[in-house]
């Protein structure tokens, strides 16, 4: 009898304590969509579209107090290159602001500094110690005269643990031929576009007005580069490019059109101070895993090359365009997850007649600081569709990611500005 | 499989255009010619050898639907590049072109030089300009040829 009445005065005030506690923790709980944004995920992860930007959303970073930061291709309405956003309990994030008049791929924070790329410069902003930007109308310029001739225009960057400043210069060329993308010209006797671009170069991310002059050519022979980022376990880093196009239409007679879709894989490498990934002497064939000797410099699409070029880390379908790389390195997502690489795929044009192919994000297993087991598919269907993936005529075109605080995974969409955030829920 | 049938679906959807034109290509060669040629006319036969010669040199940069890839190449549908004067267009083809705005937008590759001749040229830019939602007069080769005359 005691005990029954015990119960009955007890049940109450326990359900009250339950629900309290249910509503403390929903509130800080990270709500996906119902339809996880439209994409498709492994068991357990979830998606929201965080925010709806406008603009053609590159690269992005988040700051330890959790404040993203977006670099815009090009302005916006606003005159804004850059925007602040936050994130809110329920996980959407709000515009906070916006800054910097010029447009650009890259941006990136560490050490109390935003880092932002126009496609000739280097800027950075002191933050302060809720991570925001303290001067956003005076950018210090921290490189400068980089070249940029529309093709390949974006300058990626990322800083490593030392001070150091990597900054990809795409070459402004398919494959340097004497004349850019002409059926049957062939390379440039020693590639003089390599002086100044096709490669990462190297500064300090303290110094102001540094240029090719004062900064180091830190690895050379890599055509476009987009995704790359600093892998700590390794203590190296790790660039992934876009392999060149349109070996049939430059050279019909010796490579088919399905072979031109399928050929060169899109390779991620591991670099080394003076490293050589080989552009446009060679190109990688992912299923026969060999360096090709390029028929603009002596290939016939059977001949491997010859030179000291370095191998890849991995190799990915071609055309799929990589064009955001980061190191995993948060604890919301399971073990497995940790040290590896999720690698946005921007998506192909030069497939056809073969169906388009990418718009995805992959993971790449990695253990001690290499590419351990196979890549597989992360996050797809930002196309909406197969029919609008084959068709080279997606929805959302993924293209820069960053790690929040908690762990979730961002990804920027050039195409329509979209920002997802993926979460893993038990 | 979900995935091959709506490509092979969407490939059919988009091959049925040329599959018509293919249809009414078999006109007797000399019944075409013979007609007297009415200024700017467009005839089926211009359109399926024109199709010919964009699947070769075209398609892989301004894609199947004319659509282009943004940011990278241009449109080809509804440009006033492609519908407006023939001069001008006839040129991007015999020259090429480069860091050229397309109707207040950039795009970044390169479009090389076309190695065609006078009634190729005429035939694709006819193609074009009746394609991907596009309604124009049609190139004639003796156009082209004097473009070319004058373009050095």
Redesign the interface.
Known sequence: MKTSVLRYLLLPAALVGSLSLYALRSEERVVPDPDNAGLKLPAGFKALVAAETGG?ARHITVTPQGLIYVKL?RPNAAGKGILTLRSTATGKAEAVGGFGNYGGTGIYAKGGYLYASSDEEVFRYQLNAKGEVVNPDKPEKVVTGLIN?????SKSVVVDNDGNLYVNVGAYSNSCQV?????G?LGQPNCPILDSAGGIWQFRADKLNQNYGTGTRYATGLRNVVGLDWNAQAGQLFVIQHGR??LH?IFPEMYTTQQSAELPAECLYALKKGDNAGWPYMYYDGQQRKKMMAPEYGGDGKKEATGNFIEPAAAFPAHTAPNGLLFYTGTLFPERYRNGAFIAFHGS??R??E?QKGYYVVFQPFKNGKPSGDWEIFADNFAG???KA????PDHKPCGLAQGPDGSLYVTDD?KGTIFRIVYQK | MKFALVTLLGLLIGATPAALAQQKKPTPKGKTAAKPAVSGAVTPAMLAAGKTIYTQNCLTCHMADGGGVETMNPPLSKTTWVLGEKTRLIKVLLNGLQDQDIDGEPYRNVMPAQDLTDQQIADVLTYVRNSFGNKASAVKAAEVKAVRASNK
């Open positions: 053609r291709n001739r529309r093709q390949h225009e004349k850019d993308r002409q059926k010209s196009d349109q239409d044009w030069n056809a007649p169906p569709d197969a029919a084959a068709a080279g005529r195409k």
